[in-house]
Nanobody, 123 residues
Framework: QVRLVDSGGGLVQAGGFLRLSCAAS????????MGWFRQAPGKEREFVAA????????YYADSVKGRFTISRDNAKNTVYLQMNSLKPEDTAVYYC????????????????WGQGTQVTVSS
């Protein structure tokens, strides 16, 4: 069992930045690939970014590429999402998730989820 706790969301103006954190506890964190997803009202949960267990490979949705950066610190059992140049369309609840597998782009590939943290970007 892996327990994930998301934090760092908030209200920010367009062009601003936020850093989300996801603290993990339970099983060996370093054995899991980690992902961030987001869900806006009335929309499906969508992939944002993912990082392999070693941190050596990262993956991004086209909509956030160049603006968001995913990273992890296995010593601290924490994964981060640095979000820069935020846009109103980035407004959503953001969730971190963990998977021991390699299916990283879809929610169904993940075994464990955080509770979510709200990000609101005003125009």
């Amino acid at each position: 069992q892996v327990r994930l706790v998301d934090s760092g969301g908030g209200l920010v103006q367009a062009g601003g930045f936020l850093r989300l954190s996801c603290a993990a506890s339970g099983r060996t964190f370093s054995g899991y690939a980690m992902g961030w997803f987001r869900q806006a009202p009335g929309k499906e949960r969508e992939f944002v970014a993912a990082i392999t267990w070693s941190g050596g490979w990262t993956y991004y949705a086209d909509s956030v590429k160049g603006r968001f950066t995913i990273s992890r610190d296995n010593a601290k059992n924490t994964v981060y999402l640095q979000m820069n140049s935020l846009k109103p369309e980035d407004t959503a609840v953001y969730y971190c998730a963990a998977t021991p597998g390699t299916t990283i782009y879809t929610p169904s590939g993940y075994n464990y989820w955080g509770q979510g943290t709200q990000v609101t970007v005003s125009s």
